[in-house]
């Protein structure tokens, strides 16, 4: 069974920097493109960024609003997808899933975990 | 970014009754391999959301045969062919084929 585990949201003054991890297990985490999706509370999902497999290049891509703050990488020794989130705004705070991508989408989401930015 | 509007925004259906949700993208999202990348989301109170369909038209495992997906170029349509108390969510197109990918912001799904 796929699980997606997500962890290290909290409270962060703005300014600040955090790292979010997803643990992934139930599929071949090396062979997957990887992405991290966001939503404000009582919002809509934002995507925020997708890396893919080594195999595929292993390159990350961000949406506008975080690229140059957010960093996304793997370690695929430890089947994980990483979140660096830096200089981090009152408008990042939001539940931030971990999702594998599969026939052009999302196909599996972690149950998420919370981000505050506040002061 | 490719904008996907959602109508209705809210959807008040009885149990056991159709419903159906229209997604338009700003673009046509037919890909240069040919393929369609256009995804539906469900997402229930309190919960992760859930691909039910993607590529337009084809059901994600587990997922329940009465909902199915339709469409071409900008414009898609998802179909409850009857409604169950579990439907009761948010549910979201996705298109993955321009960079970024861009969610439709949602049609509340309720029982009257």
């Known amino acids: 069974e796929v699980q997606l585990v997500e962890s290290g949201g909290g409270l962060v003054k703005p300014g600040g920097s955090l790292r979010l991890s997803c643990a992934a297990s139930g599929f071949t985490f090396s062979n997957a493109w990887m992405s991290w999706v966001r939503q404000a509370p009582g919002k809509g999902l934002e995507w925020v960024g997708r890396i893919k497999s080594k195999t595929d290049g292993g390159t990350a891509d961000y949406a506008a609003p975080v690229k140059g703050r957010f960093t996304i990488s793997r370690d695929d020794s430890k089947n994980t997808l990483y979140l660096q989130m830096n200089s981090l705004k009152s408008e990042d705070t939001a539940v931030y899933y971990c999702?594998?991508?599969?026939?052009?989408?999302?196909?599996?989401w972690g149950q998420g975990t919370l981000v505050t930015v506040s002061s | 970014d490719v904008v996907m509007t959602q109508s209705p925004l809210s959807l008040p259906v009885t149990l056991g009754q159709p419903a159906s949700i229209s997604c338009r993208s700003s673009q046509s999202l037919v890909y240069s391999d040919g393929n369609t990348y256009l995804n539906w989301f469900q997402q229930r109170p309190g919960q992760s959301p859930r691909r039910l369909i993607y590529k337009v038209s084809n059901r994600d495992s587990g997922v329940p045969d009465r909902f199915s997906g339709s469409g071409s170029g900008t414009d898609f349509t998802l179909k409850i062919s009857r409604v169950e108390a579990e439907d009761v969510g948010v549910y979201y197109c996705?298109?993955?084929?321009?960079?970024?990918?861009?969610f439709g912001g949602g049609t509340r799904v309720e029982i009257k």
């Open positions: 996705m298109q993955d084929t321009h960079w970024p990918p861009t």
């Open positions: 999702t594998r991508d599969l026939d052009g989408g999302p196909t599996r």
